[in-house]
């Protein structure tokens, strides 16, 4: 069974940056996994921000970046607001119409 | 605007039957591909269904296939989920989603929780 791993916390500072990371139990991660990520809020629908490894949607704020690193999808909030804490979820494919969530990163702003 | 509201959960006996509903609105409903994504109370984002523009093609994570079906309707801009042999696992708020040119699960509903249980 395919596992995608994320870190299960992090902690930033306001002003700060920090990057999380998406990795997959088949190996590598690359652009042909078309790496999501999403932000999720207490009580609320999760809102997607990053399609396609690194294309931002009309509402996504530039603060927020996406990548490759490592063999992993990353996703970099640079200059961290206090509404960005939050959990945030990458979303892979792994061929056939098959997507596999991470299991998340709560980010902490403090 | 697009929306997407989703509804029909509630309470149910394992092995029990339940569909959900997603009435969609703001845009052109049979252009779009769509999904049905589910979290369990306290836990993460689990994919579980999607069916393309049309209907003609439709896939399942492995925890459901077999049990649930996804289906659309044009005529009434609605997604549903038929879900049998419901178990306790199955407890979750069920989200519908919809595809963007622009990538996957752009938009979301509110959510609907489905409860398994005696």
């Known amino acids: 069974q395919t596992v995608v791993t994320q870190e299960p916390s992090l902690t930033v500072s306001p002003g700060g940056t920090v990057t999380l990371t998406c990795a997959s139990s088949?190996?590598?991660?690359?652009?042909?996994?078309?790496p999501n990520w999403f932000q999720q809020k207490p009580g609320q629908a999760p809102r997607a921000l990053i399609y396609s490894t690194n294309n931002k949607h009309s509402w996504t704020p530039a603060r927020f970046s996406g990548s490759l690193l490592g063999g992993k999808a990353a996703l970099t909030l640079s200059g961290v607001q206090p509404e960005d804490e939050a959990e945030y979820y990458c979303l892979l494919y792994y061929g056939g119409a098959n997507w596999v969530f991470g299991g998340g990163t709560k980010v902490t702003v403090l | 605007e697009v929306q997407l509201v989703e509804s029909g959960g509630g309470l149910v006996q394992p092995g029990g039957s339940l569909r959900l509903s997603c009435a969609a609105s703001g845009f052109t409903f049979s252009r779009y591909w769509m999904h049905w994504v589910r979290q369990a109370p306290g836990k993460g984002l689990v994919w579980v269904s999607l069916?393309?523009?049309?209907?003609?093609?439709?896939r399942y994570a492995d925890s459901v296939k077999g049990r649930f079906t996804i289906s659309r309707d044009s005529a009434k801009d609605t997604l549903y989920l038929q879900m049998n042999s419901l178990r306790a696992e199955d407890t979750a708020v069920y989200y519908c989603a919809r595809d963007s040119v622009g990538g996957i699960l752009v938009y979301w509903g509110q959510g609907t929780l489905v409860t398994v249980s005696s």
């Open positions: 069916i393309n523009s049309d209907g003609s093609s439709t």
């Open positions: 088949t190996g590598a991660v690359s652009s042909g996994y078309y």
